[in-house]
């Protein structure tokens, strides 16, 4: 798993310059999945639907701690999680890099064996990752050549990417890959003794910015072949301001146009070294004889913008960028070159490993298997997809529906989002009060509604006095008092 990984930083997902085979590999020996989701755009809350199977709404856990400004810090004490069930069925469990679901418990705490990593970013500074430089007579972290622009209150901007002075084998992302290399090695031996199966999580904090490369990987990419995303084109006209500000905040238009090709280029790198950290991960793999019995996912929390849409980082605004993400699954058995275009989410992968594990996936209640899709099996599925946001920085609610042409956004303190994904795939144009749209825009705006109320979420209570979703057969008020007014 990495974190804030664009789909298009691989050459499975048709970048011509990706530097990415070790991931290419595993599409093309098993299924890439090209309408994969996340089910919110920020670390924390992603992670948590991911270890319990359910929407952030459900368990709760809404916000990052470093920007958290008064939601939960952890999940409650008797969540359901994957790993726990996991550790009841004999398996071991290990997460070998970034946490970052909730502060008070570690991953210890929910039964993975691995150092305790906190943090948003690589912690440099770790005791295990100084021992390990020293054990090996590496250099320790330096770094120069930063790019950042300038705040909006005069200040230096938010570091963005910067040269490393260590050797590759120095870097935080091979120091991870080594000791997830270790930990494989224990557990195949575990497996081949007492027949004890394995769950093993690389999470690598990467390519999260800031992309702090060494020259191999950040010189990599010439920015002259970068080709700059549409989307740079934006105006903002017609969308929320919230997306004017926080490209203000994240110093846009303070730097030139060519600092954007180059972080561009240095982001692309920065997956190119992820990719063959990975390679020695799947080497190991192989040496140990656990290919052909072993399941193997590749995704990521969320995406990045990395310029899209005028912005760096993720934040309130539910574009592609952000939300759509890598995903790619290979089961022993399962045929290779699959590609599938259901609409799937980072949640699926819950229900995927209980199953692959033999456990019981019904308490992932926000779940479904990705094993049907895998298989190639016609299966009914969900012709579209709801995601949600709660904010970064400050309380900011959205809801999200995505279908095959049509994306719908729900902005509570501003305008609507609609954009015609057929016509204008960068999403540029805001359409949602376009008069020939009004059909489209009541049909998707009636089943986010249906959607919300089926699962619980209580964000429909504001659509329901705010816009026309049709008839309800409730009493919106909840008093109890008038339910006889609204009965079909």
Known sequence: MTDQHRADTLGTYGNPLAHTPVLDELAATGTRFDRWYT?????TPARA??????????HKLLANHERNVGYLEDLAEDQFTFSHALREKGYNCGLIGKWHVGTRRTAADYGFDGPELPG??????HPDY???LDERGLPPYEISDRIRGTLPNGGPGNLLAARLHQPVEATFEHYLATRAIEKLEQYAADSRERERPFFLALHFFGP?????????????????????????AETFHGKPPVQRNYSAHWTFDTMPIETTRKLIAVYWGYVALIDRQIGRVMEAMERLGLTDDTAVFFTCDHGEFTGSHRLHDKGPAMYEDIYRTPGLLRVPGAPGGVVRDEFV????CTATILEVAGVDPKPAVDSRSLLPLVHGEETDWDEDIVCEFHGHHFPYPQRMLREDRYKLVVNPDSVNELYDLHNDPDELQNVHDHPELAEVRSRMTRRLYDVLRERGDKFYHWMTSMY?????GHDPTL???DESTYRP
Not at 49 to 57: D, E, K, N, V, Y
Not at 209 to 232: N, T
């Open 39 to 43: 089910p919110t755009a920020i670390c």
């Open 120 to 125: 948003w970013h690589n912690p440099v500074d």
């Open 208 to 232: 999260h910015l800031p992309y702090i490369l060494p020259d191999e990987y950040f010189d990599l990419v010439d920015p002259a072949d970068v080709e700059l995303p549409r989307s740079i």
């Open 345 to 348: 989410s980072l949640l699926d």
């Open 479 to 481: 008093s109890g008092l």
């Open 49 to 58: 639907s991911l270890l319990t199977g359910q929407a952030p709404f459900r």
């Open 468 to 472: 026309d979703v049709g008839e309800v």
């Open 130 to 132: 100084l021992a390990y």
